[in-house]
């Protein structure tokens, strides 16, 4: 990670931490490296979540860009998936969305996307940095018919929902599907893509203002949706993030199926009908104990990469798996995109549903989940922190109480200025404990904000 830039693009709060300036300097440096890098007018496609910052930093990156010569693609409010697709299948040089993920609304992201859909690779990055910080040269203004223009794209994001719709393989007809868009990007996409397909579709937080995204809803809230599936009879539920590279389920009696679960659902599917390559699926580290021995059983191998679905899709693209994920619901299907991709997630599902007639809780039920407990704690440094002695003795400390009965995990988010802890135990009071004994040594060494 680079010092403005982590494992999922610019974050931080909107006009404190990342500036209407910063997104002005990151579209002049973007519109002038493929414009020279290409040899021609340099095209960018830009999407955008529904916070309210999000219109000033897409005209800020137009500014940027245009002044450097690029043509910008506008997609407006849309998915981070859907950027991705349309930067790939579109052949523009590169693709921005907008969007602070799960983050609350005064926070805002730029995510930087490569030609093929990808995240921009680390060397890029950090000649972005380079030039935020003011160690490179100033880049040429572009003069005359030289200066970019604006395109509205919303064809694009049309264009992608008939992709989306284009991949399911069975009718929704007469099931009840209920969806949690987070009054965020897939407010409008999912119904669209699901009511096409034939679903009695119900959908909540779908009135998106500006301050409401991830408020008390979407994937990080995933008891609201669970309620409403099970107060009105509903079939199963998908509930997204602010911009929908993320999807939790919820099968009809309530039963949440996150990441993990989910990657055991298809993982199985795939493994029966000899679709599973290398007969492996993909984890990071914050997977649970209960999916390994689930896969042992199922006799699927698996890998752990660091936490980010960009270290996931790197072991897939490497080695040449078709599947992995996060326990967060983040799932890539690498036959169908380059990075996690919410409502593909839920068309997956329900593929699996269909063709088996089982309902989801069924479908996990070999799955058994050890207890979880993962907390957060804002830090002044997350290196200090981490790194702190007083703090890594605590830790082994917990390690060696825990035995092979259980696991801690101590690790630095990569999209925001905290530490997570996590332990996984044979009860959840034990978890709690010592989650806790950490924290409270990391605030007692002053490390807390």
Known sequence: MGKYFGTDGFRGEANVDLTYDHAVRIGRFLGWYYGKKNGKKC???IGKDTRRSSYMYEYALVAGLTASGADVYLMHVTTTPSVSYITR???FDCGIMISASHNPFYDN???LLNSQGEKMDEDTILEIEAYLDGETGEIPLAVKDEI????DYVAGRNRYVGYLISIATHSFRNVK????CSNGSAWQIAKNVFDALGAQT??????PDGLNINTGCGSTHIEVLQKYVVDNGLDVGFAYDGDADRCIAVSGDGTIIDGDLTMYIYGVYMKERGKLLNNTVVTTVMSNFGLYKAFEAAGIDYEKTAVGDKYVYENMVNNGHRIGGEQSGHIIFSKYATTGDGILTSLKLMEVMLAKEKTLSQLASPVKIFPQVLKNIRVKSKPEARGDAAVIAAVDGVTAKLGNDG???VRE?????VIRVMVEAATLEECESYVDEVIEVIKKQGHAV
């Not at 599907?177 to 949690?180: E, I, P, R, S």
């Not at 119900?202 to 009135?207: K, P």
């Open 43 to 45: 095209r960018v496609v």
């Open 89 to 91: 299948v579109d052949e």
């Open 109 to 111: 992201g730029i995510k």
């Open 148 to 151: 970019g223009r604006t395109i």
């Open 177 to 180: 599907v209920g969806l949690d």
């Open 202 to 207: 119900y959908v909540i937080n779908a009135e």
């Open 407 to 409: 696991r801690i995990l």
């Open 413 to 417: 988010s990569g999209t925001e200025p």
